[in-house]
């Protein structure tokens, strides 16, 4: 178990930080707000902390925060690691050249992009995200950040449903994953 800044453990905190909203977006989904623990200054710098801890002793040269929550956490995570920040929009969010990946949807297709000059041949990122479910967003930005011809040293998250198996697809791509909280369900 780790420890948050001031030496205390901190997963069951931060696990009651986060609301959970029945039947959002659709009947029986149970959704996991982040937001109330985003507005706690002691969970969200514990929150931080703990996301950066693994890689502290890496070098990372760039944090791929996933839109929007992930804008958030990577930002913070990468003023931690001493690097800069990479954002990973949705398509037609960017004002550069771009290059996007297509992923799946429930119900169709999506694209994300980066700008095609974010990173450069070998940088090696670190793809932050606030939740990861089905793993559908983060696997397009592993391909999307592996066709840029960057390393990816590792996936973290504030909460993983691990009966949707996204954890393990990350994983499947020989990427350390790490997650602060787990929710059974959907």
Not at 132 to 137: D, E
């Amino acid at each position: 178990m780790r420890r948050d800044f001031d030496g205390e453990v901190f997963v069951r905190g931060l696990k009651d930080l986060i609301r959970t909203i029945p039947d959002y977006p659709k009947p029986g989904i149970m959704f996991r707000d982040v937001t109330t623990l985003l507005g706690d200054a002691k969970g969200l710098k514990t929150a931080v902390a703990a996301m950066a801890e693994p890689f502290e002793g890496e070098r990372v040269d760039a944090v791929a925060g996933i839109e929007a929550r992930g804008f958030i956490l990577g930002g913070a995570i990468a003023d931690r690691l001493g690097c800069g920040f990479i954002p990973i929009r949705k398509k037609g969010k960017l004002p550069w050249k771009t290059i996007g990946q297509e992923y799946t949807l429930e119900y169709g297709v999506d694209v994300i992009e980066i700008h095609e000059d974010a990173l450069a041949p070998g940088q090696r990122v670190l793809i932050v995200d606030d939740l990861i479910a089905t793993g559908g967003t983060a696997d397009a930005a592993v391909k999307l950040l592996r066709r840029s011809k960057g390393e990816i040293v590792g996936a973290t998250f504030i909460i993983d449903l691990p009966e949707l198996g996204g954890l393990e697809l990350v994983k499947s791509h020989g990427i350390p994953c790490h997650a602060l909280v787990a929710f059974d369900g959907h």
